[in-house]
Each structure stands twice: as structure tokens, then as C-alpha cells.
């Protein structure tokens, strides 16, 4: 099934996102070590937090627009429905 380029560009973002959290958690962690190792892991865990949010914010937009094709696709059925029995 061909993709139209709000998904594809959603796509796109989901894994580019996935990909700065694992090297961005990465880059947090060897920032902070030279304050010490909980602080390191503080900060990393609260980047990656962060950071799943924004993901889990990115997937609900895909969801959304699942939601409003599916919508669509009902009312469309619906107004078939209608226009038959007012027939």
C-alpha cells in the first residue's frame, strides 16, 4: 500500500527520533561522568525520558490520522446508508 508523505515523513521522524535518543543518551552519559556516575545516569535517564515523550507524542499524530481515514471511511458508508433509505 502506497504511503502518503504525512506518513512517510512521520516515519522518518519516529526513527530519526529513536536514533537521537540512543546516540543522544549516549552523549549525555559521557558529558556527565565527570561529575560522577549517578549524576551521569540522572541526566541520561531524564533525557531519555524526555525524549520517549516526544516519540510517544510523534506515534499519537500516525494514530490520529489513522483514526480521521477510518472516520472517513464510516461516514462515507453512513451517508450511503442514508441516502437508501430516504429513497
Known amino acids: 500500500m502506497q504511503k ?26 559521557k558529558i556527565f561522568i565527570a561529575f560522577g556516575i549517578a549524576i551521569a545516569l540522572f541526566a541520561t535517564l531524564l533525557f531519555a525520558i524526555i525524549s520517549l515523550f516526544l516519540i510517544l507524542l510523534l506515534d499519537s499524530f500516525e ?9 472517513k471511511k464510516q461516514t462515507e458508508l453512513l451517508e450511503k446508508i442514508y441516502a437508501k433509505e430516504c429513497e
Open 63 to 71: 494514530v490520529r490520522k489513522c483514526t480521521l481515514e477510518e472516520s
Open 4 to 29: 502518503d508523505i504525512y506518513q512517510r515523513i512521520i516515519s522518518f521522524l519516529l526513527g530519526a527520533s529513536w536514533a537521537i535518543v540512543l546516540f543522544g543518551a549516549l552523549f549525555i552519559f
